[in-house]
């Protein structure tokens, strides 16, 4: 059980526990207190009675049915004469056996006797007193029924078994509420390590996002974050250093290797294959040391991204030449369809960046899928390939209007299994498709880049499969709006 739960069942069981036991308590004390009440009533009423009767039977003026007429009884009660052993009642409706035997017994040896008792099959509660009259050996009882207060004692219980109810219900409703209030400053930490994680390191949580008494816990977590940032930012510039460091002796390598490279043709056969792998060994390191200076930057922070406003179309189109051109002579132009929705649409990117996603697409479809077969520009497609990220579509549009625009670059290649759409995009990851081409070339930190770039100027990238089977690769970027805005 969650703590919302367990805070939201501990009030409800002790609304209850309170509300059950205060009411039983109040049930009790009430009940109590009414019988005491009627049995103290009951027994004036009886010895006024037998006082009225001794006298009668002393002067023997009237017959029995008149005198027991003559009493001053309620109409919930009903009198039983015992005079020389003959009983008289002043009611059909009761009979000698409605008088407890022992009660009787009591009585008739000449005790005052009072008791409440549950009455017949139908439980009817009821109190009896006895009055012994032995001056005319008599014995007078009279039998008050309680009916109407067991009526009002129901009434009583079920007014409190409702009333407790609706207390538990409450107590849990306020359990529920108070721990909404209690966890809330918990979803601030939850939120600050949400962002923390998504690279906004400088996130800090402070005493209004979360709460005063929290305090401990808002400074640990910011001493944690601290020395977080601090080392990841003290690796990030160690790698961007040494990148940068490596950079200057590639450059006289690589100027040293062109002297040597116009002498090529004077130079023995070996040693011209030599320096043509030299020569192809070096262009691959001094490629993967800009990448790797690009990376590190984007890791520190250390990044200026030039977001300008174009047309998607215009900005797809000129990326996508670039991209051929330079691949070399022999690649052919792709075709770009742009769907008519998106044509008119503009989107904020960063043009270098723009440019090297491309061109590294491009390339990777020439590498490994036997070239681009179609680059396609539009609005999001509907959720259905399962390397596409969920809700894509509708992260793509609000109300009605297109909020993201997707390029993406198709070939007709082997593709890339499910299982490794996503390890691509990471740092030095070269697929098995690589491997078997056996192009050798590349370092794995081409795709690693492309979402690097992506992420910079707001958008996504993934991998699905295209229609033909071969790979697919998606870039999202959001649309500006008429004022320039992202949606
Ligand atoms: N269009 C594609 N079809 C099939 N597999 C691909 C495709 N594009 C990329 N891959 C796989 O993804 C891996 C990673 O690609 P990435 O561009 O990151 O690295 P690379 O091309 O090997 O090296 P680099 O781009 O750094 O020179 C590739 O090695 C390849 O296995
Ligand atoms: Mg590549």
Do not use: C
Request: no cysteine.
């Amino acid at each position: 059980m969650g703590i919302g739960a367990r805070i939201t069942a501990i009030f409800g069981l002790g609304a209850l526990l309170l509300s059950f036991s205060m009411g039983g308590l109040s049930y009790f004390t009430t009940r109590h207190f009414l019988v005491a009440e009627r049995e103290s009533a009951a027994q004036n009423q009886a010895f006024a009675n037998a006082l009225a009767v001794r006298s009668s039977l002393e002067s023997g003026d009237k017959g029995y049915a008149n005198l027991l007429a003559s009493l001053d009884v309620g109409s919930g009660s009903n009198s039983i004469l015992i005079h020389r052993r003959n009983v008289y009642q002043s009611s059909l409706s009761i009979s000698e056996s409605s008088i407890p035997a022992k009660l009787r017994a009591d009585v008739l040896q000449g005790s005052v006797a009072t008791q409440t008792y549950v009455a017949g099959a139908q439980g009817q509660p009821q109190i009896v007193v006895g009055v012994p009259i032995p001056s005319v050996d008599a014995a007078y009882f009279e039998v008050f029924s309680l009916s109407d207060l067991g009526h009002t004692l129901r009434v009583l219980g079920v007014t409190l078994i409702g009333t407790g109810v609706v207390t538990t219900l409450l107590g849990a409703a306020l359990g529920r509420f108070a721990s909404r209030r209690l966890l809330r400053p918990l979803a601030g930490v939850s939120r600050a390590a949400v962002a923390i994680a998504g690279g906004q390191l400088d996130t800090r949580l402070t005493p209004e996002t979360t709460d005063p008494d929290l305090e401990g816990l808002t400074t640990s977590f910011n001493t944690m974050v601290d020395q977080l940032q601090a080392r990841i930012e003290r690796e990030a510039r160690f790698n961007s250093d040494v990148s940068h460091e490596l950079r200057s002796p590639l450059t006289t390598l690589s100027a040293s290797l062109e002297v040597l490279e116009a002498e090529g043709e004077n130079l023995p056969p070996r040693a011209q294959r030599a320096l043509q792998l030299l020569g192809d060994d070096l262009r691959r390191f001094q490629r993967m040391v800009g990448d790797l200076l690009e990376m590190s930057r984007a890791d520190a922070g250390s990044v200026d991204v030039f977001l300008e406003e174009v047309n998607v179309g215009e900005l797809v189109q000129r990326a996508v030449e670039a991209g051929v051109r330079s691949l070399g002579d022999g690649a052919v132009m792709p075709p770009v369809e742009i769907a008519p929705a998106v044509q008119a649409l503009h989107v904020g990117v960063d043009k270098r960046r723009f440019e090297r996603v491309m061109a590294n697409l491009l390339e990777n479809a020439a590498n490994y899928g036997g070239g681009a077969t179609v680059i396609t520009v539009g609005a999001p497609a509907a959720d259905g390939d399962p390397g596409r990220p969920a809700g894509a579509a509708r992260a793509g549009a609000h109300n009605g209007a297109i909020t993201t625009v997707e390029i993406a670059v198709e070939d007709a290649g082997p593709g890339i299994s499910p299982l490794e759409r996503s390890k691509v995009f990471e740092r030095f990851y070269r697929g098995s498709v690589s491997g078997r081409r056996g192009t050798g070339t590349g370092t794995g930190l081409g795709l690693a880049l492309v979402s690097e770039h992506v992420r910079l100027m707001h958008g996504r990238a993934w991998a699905e499969s295209s229609s033909s089977g071969g790979a697919r690769f998606v870039v999202t970027l959001p649309v500006l709006d008429d004022e320039g805005a992202t949606w």
